[in-house]
């Protein structure tokens, strides 16, 4: 069992920057792939990132794909998400998620879910 509970949400400009935290409860939190997803208003979450139990491996969503980088620190128990060059269609509701195996893009594959913090890029 983990919980999680995301922070760093907020409003920026287009163009700017913000990183996401999401702080894990629990021994175990290096047995889990974590991954980021966000849903923006009238439409489905979707993924974004998604990071292995030890963050040698990475892999990102095309529309974020050398903007954001997921990163992760074991003995924090916490995995960030960095966001640059931030667009007003980044705009959306970021939840982080665990999954107690592989690495997935599927969000019914994650068995844990943060409550989500709002990011709100203005143009």
């Known amino acids: 069992q983990v919980a999680l509970v995301e922070f760093g949400g907020g409003l920026v400009q287009a163009g700017g920057s913000l990183r996401l935290s999401c702080a894990a409860s629990?021994?175990?939190?290096?047995?889990?792939?974590m991954g980021w997803f966000r849903q923006a208003p009238g439409k489905e979450r979707e993924f974004v990132a998604f990071?292995?139990?030890?963050?040698?491996?990475?892999t990102y969503a095309d529309s974020v794909k050398g903007r954001f980088t997921i990163s992760r620190d074991n003995a924090k128990n916490t995995v960030y998400l960095q966001m640059n060059s931030l667009k007003p269609e980044d705009t959306a509701v970021y939840y982080c998620?665990?999954?107690?195996?592989?690495?997935?893009?599927?969000?019914?594959?994650?068995?844990?879910w943060g409550q989500g913090t709002q990011v709100t890029v203005s143009s």
């Open positions: 998620a665990a999954r107690a195996a592989a690495g997935s893009r599927s969000q019914a594959a994650y068995d844990y």
């Open positions: 629990g021994r175990t939190f290096g047995s889990y792939v």
């Open positions: 990071i292995s139990r030890y963050g040698g491996n990475t």
